[in-house]
């Protein structure tokens, strides 16, 4: 960020200089538009003018605020904007928002760059707000918001004081109406917007203020493939580097975690062991929205041979939670109902797996079935018989032995007798899982996330928390008790949740791993790109229902931290685990959109939760960027609340990471904590590589010297099944059979498995006036107390050797045997392993770092 203040330092130099030697005007005329380019998508641009003949495209047509409203895809759209400089000095923008809503979008601004939050206003029901006017009147200091109703084919207007509350809807005189745009030819293109005389002054930092985010834009798109050239006489670069031993300051415990989301088939189909698909028959065409003719309860299933047909029930269903069932009529021999598991079922030789069915005979003389694994041919490589089944519910297990193996195996259920079957439930563990627990994880996959020694698990998710609308809101109650106890939901991300990966085994998940659970509730509002009932966050839990929501979360509470005897405690233990779990972290909103509706909730849930537990840490949101109006709004809230962390979220290029090193250095020690929980390096195509992970090393590197301030960090996402993804870049891919870590995996397990307890002082002299290579190199220092250990992590995204001279001083009284860990490749590379090494103090005098690599030396103290 140095050199970014040192441009702007360079512009301000610059416009004062020439302010002195040409005369600017004292005035100019603002245009305000929006164009209809990307479908209404590219917001409120700005041009000017002196003698409305020559007119000045700001950027061209850079976006200084774009619509928030509703899903990406077919809302956040900015039609016809319309600004005036209010009754209280600040200017306000209104805009349609699309031409269906009787809903406008309000926001303001003190300089026309940045905006404050947003807000929709609902003034009509069944009816558009077409291209609202405003004005105001500053006798009676209240503001006149008209409009154009197409279904009534006329104007009508309300009075609002504060652009919250608005008055009762009046019909308007036509003529009072459509006077407040102007069209202006732009270059030969006709706009329409508004038309406004201000200072110079305010031109000229509207102007600068886009000149500098492009400049930004340069250096943060700067990829590797373009070192070659960037660095063409770059030979080596040489540095100096120190360590103050005895300078240190204790850092978090808790800076390396994990976030678990549902996406990408994360869960069933994935960590979740459960081999069958679909095993309450609950999977709905909704789950896809309708997309997929073939997504319904029978999705995974299929019938074999004859005399055997099936209906979905719903009829005295085991519990109302899961309400249906299959029912299979048999009229001859041989017929069998067949699971394909999530694109086939894994079957390994003498492995044994655990097989469960919920059965009642309806009719006739069915008096059991054969169930068998077959493998791709057909085969039947385990099997074994259910018999005993009467007319009412009962829960039938046995164990499949395996001998044979399969990656796309079957599972085959084959009726004995005829007449009429229920079955509900159908379900098939291995044995083997992560820790042996019953419904318990994949032990592979879970393995590999056990190996990056996570700190803390955040889950459920991000936007699965707070859903695609208020009934699509995360229920953690509906998801603990047994299975069939368990309410299935649609998953935010295009499929379905069984909910057999629960709160509890999300406990338990975090408690095998020695990791803190962090739980994310909604803020009472749900995702702000919902698309059900309602766009945006029209659709907040009404008030009058909060006290119950409030209570769900405190319940929750209980639920982790209460004693055995207390009502939700004993739930806990009645699954298995009596003690607490020791619930300390909880956090209260996703990337929320950071409006009235979204600050009233969160202010209620969090007060309620710090006068019943003042023990829990409560986790805010500052929305899902770094900067801008709800990360602004985000850390107001967080302010005025006195709250104790904030979750803060990015996704940017590399070159964002390298040359925002400072952007923890900068923050208020004294203000709220960071828990930095969602990030990752974005390349065009999205890959996961060595320059992505690099880049991310070096944001560690800050991370790990902001220790004090930032407290927890966690990638993401973490798991993505093969073709079944719908983000990239991720950190650990897999199949039913293989997993996969990629490079960034490597990278956070490195800086997990060498975390420290003590930020180490340390300095590093890069003999280089150019600010591009001094920025590539990154260096961070931690001291673990309980191991006497001193990491060093150095990090060089140049494409030459970096020969540093270390100086030793400090380091003499550690073991001669140092251990070196090196990753280092081409930066495109997506397999490279880390190399480990043993070297000593010898070469640290002399180090050389490879082109595009983290080097990671651990010294043990004697």
């Not at 069958?276 to 019938?303: C, I, M, T």
């Not at 207390?566 to 972290?585: I, Q, S, V």
């Not at 050389?848 to 043990?860: D, E, G, R």
Request: glycine fraction near 8%.
């Amino acid at each position: 960020m140095k050199n970014i203040c040192l441009f702007l330092i360079m512009l301000v130099a610059m416009r004062s200089a020439h302010s002195k030697i040409t005369a600017e005007p004292d005035s100019a005329l603002l245009f305000a538009y929006a164009t209809t380019k990307n479908n209404n998508k590219n917001g409120l641009h700005y041009a000017w003018t002196i003698d409305q003949k020559k007119w000045h495209l700001v950027g061209p047509e850079h976006s200084f605020v774009r619509s928030d409203y509703g899903t990406w895809g077919a809302q956040k759209r900015m039609i016809a904007p319309v600004l005036i400089k209010g009754v209280d000095n600040r200017w306000h923008a209104i805009w349609q928002l699309n031409e269906q809503d009787g809903v406008f979008a309000s926001a303001s601004s003190e300089d026309l760059i940045f905006w404050y939050r947003q807000s929709y206003p609902q003034v009509l029901v069944g009816d558009n707000v077409s291209k609202p006017e405003i004005s105001c009147d500053k006798i009676s200091n209240q503001y006149i918001i008209s409009w154009f109703s197409p279904k009534s084919n006329k104007p009508f207007s309300a009075v609002s004081k504060d652009l919250i509350n608005y008055g009762e809807v009046k019909e308007l005189d036509s003529s009072s109406y459509g006077k407040q745009r102007v069209k202006v030819d732009l270059n030969g293109i006709e706009e329409e917007g508004t038309l406004h005389k201000v200072a110079w002054e305010v031109i000229d930092k509207i102007v600068n203020a886009q000149k500098l985010e492009a400049y930004k834009s340069l250096l943060h798109n700067e990829r590797t493939e373009d070192d070659m050239v960037r660095f063409a006489d770059l030979k080596s670069v040489k540095a100096n580097f120190s360590i103050e031993f005895n300078d240190q300051k204790r850092i978090s415990d808790y800076l390396m975690g994990i976030f678990f989301e549902d996406i990408n088939y994360a869960a069933d189909g994935g960590l979740y062991a459960e081999l069958v698909q679909n095993r309450g028959f609950e999977y709905h065409p909704h789950d896809k929205k309708g997309s997929d003719a073939n997504w319904n309860s029978f999705k995974s299933w299929k019938l074999e041979g004859k005399g055997i047909a099936h209906k979905i029930d719903t009829l005295n269903p085991v519990h109302i939670n899961s309400k249906n069932y299959i029912a299979l009529s048999v009229t001859a021999e041989g017929g069998a109902l067949l699971n394909e598991g999530f694109d086939g079922i894994v079957v390994r030789n003498g492995q044994k797996y655990d097989f469960s069915v919920f059965v009642k005979n309806v009719k006739g003389n069915i008096n059991g079935f054969v169930v068998e694994l077959l493998d791709e041919n057909g085969k039947t490589i385990a099997q074994q018989i259910v018999k005993s089944f009467n007319k009412k519910w009962q829960k039938k297990s046995l164990v499949l032995i395996a001998n044979g193996n399969a990656k796309k195996g079957i599972l085959r259920i084959t009726p004995q007798g005829r007449g009429e079957v229920a079955l509900d439930m159908v379900s098939l563990f291995p044995q083997e899982t992560f820790k042996e627990r019953k419904n318990g994880l994949r032990k592979d996959l879970a393995e590999t996330i056990a190996a990056m020694h996570p700190r803390f698990v955040r889950f459920p998710g991000g936007c699965v928390a707070h859903g695609d609308g208020i009934h699509n809101m995360y229920n953690w109650k509906n998801t603990i008790g047994p299975l069939e106890e368990r309410k299935p939901q649609r998953n935010l991300w295009g499929y379905h949740q069984s909910v057999g990966l629960g709160y509890y085994e999300y406990f338990q998940f975090c408690k095998d791993l020695g990791a803190e659970p962090l739980p994310v509730i909604a803020a009472g509002v749900p995702c702000q790109n919902s698309s059900d009932g309602g766009a945006g966050q029209q659709c907040g839990i009404p008030l009058h229902e909060m006290d119950n929501y409030i209570q769900d979360i405190l319940d929750l509470i209980e639920y982790a931290n209460g004693d055995r005897n207390t009502y939700w405690g004993k739930k806990r233990a009645a699954a298995g685990h009596p003690e607490p779990f020791n619930l300390r972290y909880l956090g209260i909103g996703n990337e929320d959109l950071i409006t009235d509706i979204f600050e009233e909730r969160f202010t209620l849930i969090f007060n309620a939760i710090k006068a019943k537990y003042p023990e829990i840490i409560v986790i805010g949101t500052a929305g899902p960027f770094n900067e801008g109006t709800d990360y602004v709004e985000g850390w107001n809230i967080a302010d005025k609340l006195n709250i104790p962390m904030m979750d803060e979220h990015y996704y940017q290029t590399p070159g964002w990471f390298i040359y925002n090193q400072d952007f923890y250095d900068r923050y208020d020690r004294n203000k709220a904590k960071v828990y930095l929980g969602e990030y990752a390096a974005h390349l065009p195509g999205r890959p996961n590589n060595l320059e992505t992970a690099l880049a991310e090393a070096i944001h560690l590197t800050a991370l790990e010297r902001n220790g004090d301030i930032v407290e927890m960090t966690s990638y993401a996402p973490l798991l993505a099944k093969e073709g079944f993804t719908q983000w990239n870049p991720d950190l650990i891919y897999f199949n039913n059979d293989e997993v996969k870590p990629t490079v960034g995996y490597e990278v956070q397990k490195l800086f997990g498995e060498n975390a420290g307890t003590h930020y180490v002082d340390n300095t590093i002299r890069i003999h280089s006036t150019d600010f591009k290579v001094t920025s590539r190199i990154a260096t961070s220092v931690v001291w673990h107390e309980n191991k006497s250990e001193l990491i060093l992590k150095m990090v060089n995204m140049l494409p030459v050797t970096a020969e540093i001279e270390v100086d030793t001083a400090h380091l003499t009284s550690f073991d001669a045997n140092i251990e070196k860990t090196e990753l280092n490749d081409v930066p495109s590379s997506k397999t490279v392993k880390p190399a480990k090494s043993v070297v000593d103090l010898q070469c640290l005098n002399q180090l050389k770092l490879q082109p595009y690599s983290l080097t990671i030396f651990k010294l043990t103290k004697k």
